[in-house]
């Protein structure tokens, strides 16, 4: 049992060609900075001339976005680069754009899970809180059992959908990565 102890095993690590870049800290920071700040402005601004009704559309496109993005940027890491080899030798739309999709793996991941997302339930929870003060004052009621309501099913909402989502981008990684990158390769096109 000693000699067991002795012996270390040592997990290889994984073939791949994932480029990481030193600055891209700095870089997601300033963006994040920069797109909470812009989302937030908008947001509040725009949301406070806005019927409850609209409101709530805009809250729950909010969540949707949130979760969609955290859909792509597990489907990015889950997503293999090898069946994209004999596409791109093909030159089939798409498959070089997935290619680098899935190269730069932790980046587009960090942009879609963390910036995005982040950002996105910031912005859930200044629209939440837009609502519920503007219930209080319509209804002339505490505003105390709405936003524990509204609070509640937002959150609901983003995690219940994430959580859907997780399952549904780890089976089909190559399938969503294969679509962004054909929607990549229809705006290169364009341009």
Do not use: Y
């Given at each position: 049992?000693?000699?067991?102890?002795?012996?270390?095993?040592?997990?290889?690590?994984?073939?791949?060609?994932?480029?990481?870049?030193?600055?891209?800290?700095?870089?997601?920071?300033?963006?994040s900075?920069?797109?909470?700040?812009?989302?937030?402005?908008?947001?509040?601004?725009?949301?406070?001339?806005?019927?409850?009704?609209?409101?709530?559309?805009?809250?729950?496109?909010?969540?949707?976005?949130?979760?969609?993005?955290?859909?792509?940027?597990?489907?990015?890491?889950?997503?293999?680069?090898?069946?994209?080899?004999?596409?791109?030798?093909?030159?089939?739309?798409?498959?070089?754009e997935?290619?680098?999709?899935?190269?730069?793996a932790?980046?587009?991941?960090?942009?879609?899970?963390?910036?995005?997302?982040?950002?996105?339930?910031?912005?859930?929870?200044?629209?939440?809180?837009?609502?519920?003060?503007?219930?209080?004052?319509?209804?002339?009621?505490?505003a105390?059992?709405?936003?524990?309501?509204?609070?509640?099913?937002?959150?609901?909402?983003?995690?219940?959908?994430?959580?859907?989502?997780?399952?549904?981008?780890?089976?089909?990684?190559?399938?969503?990565?294969?679509?962004?990158?054909?929607?990549?390769?229809?705006?290169?096109?364009?341009?």
């Open positions: 049992m000693a000699n067991d102890d002795k012996k270390k095993f040592k997990v290889p690590r994984p073939n791949s060609n994932i480029s990481i870049s030193p600055a891209w800290t700095v870089i997601v920071v300033v963006l900075f920069s797109l909470s700040l812009a989302f937030s402005l908008v947001t509040s601004v725009f949301m406070q001339n806005m019927a409850v009704g609209a409101a709530f559309a805009v809250l729950f496109m909010i969540v949707g976005v949130n979760v969609l993005f955290d859909l792509i940027g597990t489907a990015v890491l889950s997503a293999e680069e090898s069946p994209f080899h004999s596409l791109c030798a093909r030159k089939v739309r798409g498959a070089r997935a290619v680098s999709i899935i190269r730069h932790p980046q587009v991941a960090n942009v879609c899970c963390d910036v995005i997302g982040d950002i996105a339930g910031i912005i859930s929870g200044a629209a939440t809180a837009l609502i519920v003060s503007e219930l209080a004052i319509t209804f002339g009621i505490n105390l059992l709405p936003s524990l309501l509204l609070t509640g099913l937002v959150g609901a909402m983003t995690i219940g959908g994430k959580a859907v989502c997780k399952g549904v981008a780890m089976k089909n990684g190559n399938s969503v990565v294969f679509m962004i990158g054909k929607i990549m390769a229809l705006f290169k096109k364009k341009r």
